[in-house]
Nanobody
Framework: QVQLVESGGGLVQAGGSLRLSCAAS?????????VAWYRQAPGKQRELVAR???????SYADSVKGRFTISRDNAKNTVSLLMNSPKPEDTAVYYC???????????????WGQGTQVTVSS
């Protein structure tokens, strides 16, 4: 069974930086899967923050574009989310997900981590 574990969350000052990491139990998972970071703030809907495909293509939510960077390190079997210049509005629980398509005409198999809390102070 594939397991995802997020780490790196905590308290950070606005304008600082923070790097979240996602580790997979499978050594080859992140090289074969599309990986995405989601977040959910209290009282708000869960939203997609950033995504990196197995081929390396990335995409970002408009609210974080230019500030956050998603990257994959196959050697370390991790996917990271670098948060530059975080704002108080970025405070949320951040989740790592990995999606694998076994059949192109069917929905992907998606794995979720447990989440890590990020709090941005003014």
């Amino acid at each position: 069974q594939v397991q995802l574990v997020e780490s790196g969350g905590g308290l950070v000052q606005a304008g600082g930086s923070l790097r979240l990491s996602c580790a997979a139990s499978s050594g080859s998972l992140f090289s074969l899967a599309a990986v995405a970071w989601y977040r959910q703030a209290p009282g708000k809907q869960r939203e997609l923050v950033a995504r990196i495909e197995d081929g390396g293509r990335t995409s970002y939510a408009d609210s974080v574009k230019g500030r956050f960077t998603i990257s994959r390190d196959n050697a370390k079997n991790t996917v990271s989310l670098l948060m530059n210049s975080p704002k108080p509005e970025d405070t949320a629980v951040y989740y790592c997900t990995a999606a694998i398509w076994t059949v192109i005409t069917m929905p992907p198999i998606t794995y979720w981590g447990q989440g890590t809390q990020v709090t941005v102070s003014s």
